[in-house]
């Protein structure tokens, strides 16, 4: 009950929190990796997708002070993707934002021969957008318990196994990922 044991179990707690996080990316790695996934395609709704993946993290967005803006949310935009697949895309990306952004988060969705998904935070530090999806990329690599650096590239698999394309680009102290995905069927 002394102040020092309880410090000590926080600490573990921790540490089997982060240690399980990482054997669960990897786990995410090697089925992404493998070459017998199968994506079970279908029309989702992504507004939909979106807004469930906003509200699931309303807590840590409101612990963090970041305030997500969605406009879209009302809008049925269907696409061609995974159900399960996108959340966990969505997810990520909403997962990576909480840590490293400082202020709030944007998610616009674009229509036209394809959909694109821009999902915006602001940022503190210089990304390297080359590089954001190799496997274990981190912009600061002395940050320790923030994850191995495989979030962004489970995304950049996922998404290409549901046939669409990812990219990431940075100005003005802002990182935006560009998702794209088919259209009710219509090729990008």
Known sequence: KDEETLQNIRVALDRARYSNKLVDDFFEVS?????????????VNLCEVVCEEILTNYLAF??????????????????????????????????????????????????????????????SEVIDTKKIFDKFYRADASRNGEGAGL????????VEEMNGKISASSEDESLTINIEFINLGRIC
């Open 31 to 43: 089925l992404a990796d493998s070459e017998h996934y199968n994506p079970k395609m279908e029309n």
């Open 62 to 123: 409101e612990k963090k002070g970041i305030t997500p803006l969605f406009e879209q949310a009302d809008d049925e935009v269907m696409v061609l993707a995974d159900r399960k697949l996108l959340a966990r895309v969505i997810q990520n990306l909403i997962s990576n934002g909480i840590k490293y952004s400082t202020g709030k988060m944007e998610f616009v969705i674009t229509e036209g021969e394809c959909v694109t998904l821009a999902i915006s935070n602001s940022i």
């Open 151 to 158: 979030g962004l590239y489970i995304c950049q698999k996922l």
